[in-house]
Nanobody
Framework: QVQLVESGGGLVQPGGSLRLSCAAS????????MGWYRQAPGKQRELVAR???????NYGDSVKGRFTISRDGAKNTVYLQMNSLKPEDTAVYYC????????WGQGTQVTVSS
């Protein structure tokens, strides 16, 4: 079992920045990759960014060049730095751990609005 706790969401103006954090606990040795997904009202959940245990990363097309995923192995924490935020980035952001079983955090709301 893997437990995930997210933090860092909130309200930000267009063009602003936020950093999300996801702390993993439990069977962390089994994690092969961690990532962030998001789901906006009326839309399907989509990949935002993902990082493997080997350090490889991949991003959704809509966030490339604006978002950066990173990790702190000592803290078992993954971060999502979000810059140049747009209103269309508004969604609930979910942390994911893949073992390859999928574990999900509770979600954190990100709202981009003036």
């Amino acid at each position: 079992q893997v437990q995930l706790v997210e933090s860092g969401g909130g309200l930000v103006q267009p063009g602003g920045s936020l950093r999300l954090s996801c702390a993993a606990s439990g069977s962390i040795f089994s994690i092969r990759a961690m990532g962030w997904y998001r789901q906006a009202p009326g839309k399907q959940r989509e990949l935002v960014a993902r990082i493997t245990s080997g350090g490889s990363t991949n991003y959704g097309d809509s966030v490339k060049g604006r978002f950066t995923i990173s990790r702190d192995g000592a803290k078992n924490t993954v971060y999502l730095q979000m810059n140049s935020l747009k209103p269309e980035d508004t969604a609930v952001y979910y942390c994911n751990a893949w073992t390859p079983y999928d574990y999900w955090g509770q979600g954190t709301q990100v709202t981009v609005s003036s």
